[in-house]
């Protein structure tokens, strides 16, 4: 996708995208508006460089998704164990 592109579907003539790469930093509402031009989740990648142990927002959809999938996943260890052990398999 070109700088034109993105910078027409934020709304904003390519002159201003290209000013924003510019900056040392960019404000948290540019880069929002960039990922969703890009339709990329930025965040999704920030959150990778949080220290360890940071709290996150329990009620944030990727947390709840996130740990629903953790309970599936104990779920299906546990049925795994039974199978082998019905079957026999020794772990």
Same mark, same amino acid.
């Given at each position: 996708m070109t700088q034109a592109e993105v910078a027409r579907r934020m709304g904003i003539i390519?002159?201003? @995208?290209?000013? /924003? *790469?510019? #900056?040392?930093? @960019? #404000? *948290?509402? =540019? $880069?929002? !508006? =960039?990922? $969703?031009?890009?339709? /990329?989740? *930025? $965040?999704?990648? $920030?959150? !990778?460089?949080?220290?360890?142990? @940071?709290? *996150?927002?329990?009620?944030? !959809? =990727?947390i709840r998704e996130l740990n629903e999938k953790k309970e599936a996943l104990d779920e299906m260890q546990k049925e795994i164990r039974i199978y082998k052990s019905a079957l026999g398999i020794q772990e």
């Open positions: 390519p002159n201003s @995208l290209a000013n /924003y *790469f510019k #900056q040392p930093s @960019l #404000q *948290f509402g =540019i $880069l929002w !508006n =960039i990922g $969703l031009a890009l339709e /990329y989740d *930025f $965040l999704k990648e $920030l959150t !990778n460089y949080y220290p360890a142990g @940071l709290p *996150f927002n329990e009620n944030a !959809n =990727i």
